[in-house]
């Protein structure tokens, strides 16, 4: 069993900048990929950015250049650094994990709001 906690969420300005942070505890060695997904409403949950154990990321093209994902396997806490902070980043934004037996588990979300 993995528990994965959000927490870093809040409202900035446009332009500004938001560190989310996850951490992972129950059966965390057993974690092989983690993420960061976001939700708005109405619309589909989407990948924002991933990061395998051995540090391999990918992000989507909307954040691509502005958000940065890096993990630290000694904390079992993964990060998202988001700089230049747009309106149409306001979303929920959740963390998930994938373990080696293929298991998902979800965080409860953290709220992050761009507005003037």
């Known amino acids: 069993q993995v528990q994965l906690v959000e927490s870093g969420g809040g409202l900035v300005q446009p332009g500004g900048s938001l560190r989310l942070t996850c951490a992972a505890s129950g059966s965390a060695s057993s974690i092989n990929v983690m993420g960061w997904y976001r939700q708005a409403p109405g619309k589909e949950r989407e990948m924002v950015a991933s990061?395998?154990?051995?540090?391999?990321?990918k992000y989507s093209d909307s954040v691509k250049g502005r958000f940065t994902i890096s993990r630290d396997n000694a904390k079992n806490t993964v990060y998202l650094e988001m700089n230049s902070l747009k309106p149409e980043d306001t979303a929920v934004y959740y963390c998930?994990?994938?373990?080696?037996?293929?298991?998902?588990?979800w965080g409860q979300g953290t709220q992050v709001t761009v507005s003037s």
């Open positions: 998930d994990a994938l373990t080696y037996e293929y298991r998902v588990y």
């Open positions: 990061i395998t154990r051995i540090g391999n990321t």
